[in-house]
């Protein structure tokens, strides 16, 4: 019994060193403030649920204009990729109460499951700055993306007729290729999420 | 009695209903400047708190739209509201992005200019940098009082679209329009027009236009459905070109016409509501409500729109960075100046628009160094800008198609022209003038300006169908028929089945004694649009100078099919059918007419003369 005890912490030592080689960018030790709510209240950690899927993260705000008139292009991106990503919208307002958030996406018709971030865990692991932000994570949870959804967008009150680069598009594929999407990070427009700190 | 009353093609016409808060009778709350000169003038005691420094410039530049029920996407009225989104705000004031304002700032002044000051805007900065602090509530001053409904009380008249119009999640800006049948049984003047966009979040802006000939219905697939398109041609008459900008925008009060100045409604009028709608990211029902204020004083200030335009000249090829498109008239007549609206399409990006005086020197009348068409608006001078006879008013608008342009619509650029589509061009600037008479003697300084305008266009584009008429409409109306005949000869010839510029030439050539050729033009009006109830009339009266009173009879019971109620109609069958003995029904005819007009001098002695023949 008395043996037993220190080859226990060498195996939790390899894995970690492991871990450590394979992910430099992930820090994979959650603690349960590292978690975000669902609508139910129940503590939930999008990273760990969906085991061997690349997972996607939407930044978005019920009174943000910018993430609301992408609503559209995010349930397309969702349904070109129904079964083999895993999708969560993710509000990081704190005065964004689940009714508010209910019937924001009922009216947008979102049908993914949305997740309150009141602590902003999930926004520091996604590097989230702005709505609409994403965080594209790879099937060993990796963020490998962060940024801007396309480039629709290229100021405050600015639009292009319509995107001609679309970067989470890009680093979903790349994702599912296992391979590092081609832009690891783009600047977002949009609304500050450290407006809500 | 020839009624050569003709409509014209006069393109995008409207009233603004932005703010001018000179002029609001009632209505919202507007705050002067709060507290404005302490945060304009160099330093601010620190910490900058919400109270005393961000507050004033919220509650006079940002909350007339940022609240609830209006146009912006976010509420900004209270400390936990711009809080909320602080990094946001000055992001897009420092950019000069909000409040949104084109004009350049100049000598001119407009009313309700949305513009901060450099000092203003690095207010906000300096909030964030010291903690976003709330201060002082002694400091907070007076919030904006913001009226629910109506901002100018109950409207007499409430017109509501009969369709709503089904606004996609996503996709591209849409335009649509929708036809509203003015509900008005004899001439009303309107004082002031509210639009009531339904969720104003959806609608960019809006223009009302007067649709005097009901020409626009045809467009719609069926009765009340609206129809697309973001340009209008609508016709209206030659000597009353449509005055008035009726234009709205977000957070905009009602534009309430001056002393002098109202819209004449007719019967049988319809107001177009020109929408320009971006998608929210969810559909949407739209079915905007207007409301119609109206006064009892008719109008005895006539103001003129007066286009200047070179649409001709749009021809813009790929990759163009910077196209140039001018044009410019020599006033006639001196001129005050009300109001300007500078209009291009999505390639637009230096609007400037000048005056040149007599005396050599210029004055710019607005100048945009960065367009932008979602925030378009009529901009009104705070003071009239009186522009004496002899000066040249000008437009000179740069365009790029190249790529650089995000708001180009198409990837990659290709050849642009002039046209009606979001994806074509345009090159106008509207100015809204009150001609002015130099001496009591002087002709009437409209039909002089008029004159001018339409010999202008025609300088400019020898085959513009609609300068010709004009003036030719302008010269009949001054005697000078020879003339006029020759202008509409040469509509005619641009337009040959126009039925309208038969018809007119027709009238021009009856009244210079010419039935024969006459006859003719108004049977070529009648081929094209045979429920055309002038050409009718105006046949009649031809076959009345060439005595075929069977014929003229003819011709006057199409009237009476066309407008039941229409008094002159009624008198004319009345006296054709005396002339050939009919009086029984005649004397029916003479009286239904003056039942309808009892003022109607000419049926009312031909009613008397037929008494005398007719058998006691």
Redesign the interface.
């Known amino acids: 019994m008395r043996r037993a005890h220190p080859r226990l912490i060498l195996i939790v030592a390899a894995l970690a060193l492991s871990l450590a080689i394979l992910f430099p960018a992930y820090s994979w030790c959650l603690s349960s403030s590292d978690t975000a709510l669902d609508l139910s209240g129940k503590a939930v950690d999008p990273l760990k649920s969906a085991a061997g899927k690349v997972v996607v993260l939407i930044f978005v705000r019920t ?3 910018i993430s ?6 995010i349930q397309r991106i969702i349904s070109a990729y129904e079964g083999k990503v895993a999708f969560w919208l993710v509000y990081p ?1 704190r ?1 964004e109460t689940t009714d508010m958030i209910r019937k924001h996406d009922a ?3 979102y049908k993914i499951s949305a997740l309150r971030d009141t602590e902003h865990a999930l926004v520091r692991k996604s590097q989230a700055k702005i709505t609409p932000e994403v965080a594209v994570f790879d099937a060993s949870k990796r963020l490998v993306y962060h940024g801007r959804i396309d480039n629709w967008y ?9 995107a ?1 680069t679309h970067e989470l598009d890009d680093a979903i594929q790349a994702a599912l290729g296992g391979r590092l999407p081609p832009v690891r990070v783009t600047d977002t427009i949009g ?2 999420i ?3 700190e | 009695m020839i009624r050569s009353s003709r409509t014209l093609p006069f393109c995008l016409v409207a009233l603004s209903l932005v703010t001018a808060a000179s002029s609001g009778s009632g209505g919202i709350a507007r705050l002067g400047a709060p507290h404005r000169s302490d945060s304009s003038i160099g330093k601010t005691e620190r910490p900058v708190t919400f109270d005393r420094d961000i507050a004033p410039i919220i509650f006079h530049d940002c909350a007339n739209c940022h609240h609830a029920g209006e146009a912006s996407p976010f509420t900004l009225l209270t400390y936990d509201d711009v809080k909320s989104h602080a990094r946001q705000i000055a992001a897009v004031v420092r950019k000069r992005q909000m409040p949104p304002w084109l004009p350049e700032d100049g000598e001119l002044k407009f009313a309700d200019e949305l513009r901060l000051t450099d000092r203003q805007i690095s207010l906000f900065q300096e909030w964030i940098d010291d903690g976003e602090k709330e201060g002082n509530a002694a400091d907070l001053p007076a919030r904006p009082n913001f009226v629910e409904g109506w901002r100018l009380g109950k409207p007499e008249v409430v017109m509501t679209a009969e369709k709503p119009y089904l606004l996609p999640a996503g996709g591209d800006d849409n335009y649509w329009n929708f036809i509203f049948r003015a509900p008005v049984d004899r001439v009303r003047w309107l004082k002031a027009m509210e639009i009531r966009a339904g969720d104003k979040k959806l609608i960019h802006h809006a223009n009302v236009q007067v649709d005097r000939t009901q020409s626009a219905r045809h467009l719609e697939k069926e009765p009340g459905a609206g129809f697309g398109g973001m340009e209008l041609e609508i016709e209206s008459e030659s000597f009353d070109p449509d005055s008035h900008f009726l234009f709205w925008k977000p957070g905009s009060v009602p534009y309430v016409e001056p002393d002098g100045m109202a819209l004449r409604l007719d019967k049988d009028t319809d107001l177009v509501l020109n929408t320009h709608m971006q998608p929210s990211g969810k559909a949407e029902k739209v079915q905007p409500t207007i409301g119609l204020y109206f006064t009892d004083v008719p109008a005895s200030v006539f103001p003129m729109l007066l286009q200047l335009e070179n649409d001709r000249a749009l021809d813009i090829r790929a990759g163009a960075k910077d196209f140039v498109v001018t044009d410019d008239f020599t006033l006639p007549v001196d001129v005050d100046l009300l109001a300007i609206y500078p209009h291009a399409h999505y390639l637009g990006k230096d609007l400037l628009g000048y005056a040149t005086l007599p005396d050599g020197s210029t004055k710019t009348l607005i100048h945009i160094p960065q367009w932008d068409l979602n925030w378009q608006a009529v901009f009104r001078y705070t003071a009239p800008v009186r522009l004496p006879k002899g000066t040249s008013v000008a437009m000179k608008y740069t365009y790029d198609n190249s790529e650089d342009n995000i708001a180009n619509p198409n990837h990659p650029p290709q050849r642009v022209m002039a046209g009606n589509r979001a994806r074509d061009e345009m090159a106008h600037l509207w100015l809204q003038v009150i001609p002015l008479k130099a001496a009591e003697s002087d002709a009437d300084p409209r039909k002089t300006l008029l004159e001018a305008f339409a010999r202008h266009r025609i300088v400019k584009n020898p085959a513009d169908f609609e300068a010709h008429y004009n003036l030719a409409a302008m010269l009949q109306a001054r005697g000078q028929l020879d003339e006029a005949i020759a202008e509409y000869s040469r509509a005619v010839e641009l337009h040959p089945n126009d039925a309208t510029a038969n018809n007119s030439l027709g009238g021009a050539l009856l009244a210079s004694g010419n039935s024969g050729e006459a006859i003719t033009h108004f049977h070529l009006a009648l081929t094209i649009r045979p429920d055309y109830f002038d050409a009718h009339y105006n046949l009649g009266n031809a076959l009345v100078a060439t005595n075929d009173f069977p014929g003229a009879i003819g011709q006057f019971r199409a009237c009476v099919r066309l407008r039941p109620d229409d008094a002159d109609a009624e008198a004319n069958l009345g006296g054709a059918l005396a002339e050939t003995g009919q009086y029984a029904e005649a004397k029916t005819h003479l009286e239904r007419a003056l039942d309808i007009n009892p003022n109607l001098t000419l049926a009312r002695e031909n009613l008397e003369q037929l008494k005398q023949l007719m058998p006691r």
């Not at chain 1, 609301?68 to 292009?73: E, G, I, K, M």
């Open positions: 009174d943000c204009p609301n008139r992408y609503a559209p292009t307002d005065a009216e947008y018709g290229v100021d405050f009150g600015r639009t292009r007729s319509a001609t609304c500050y450290s407006d809500l």
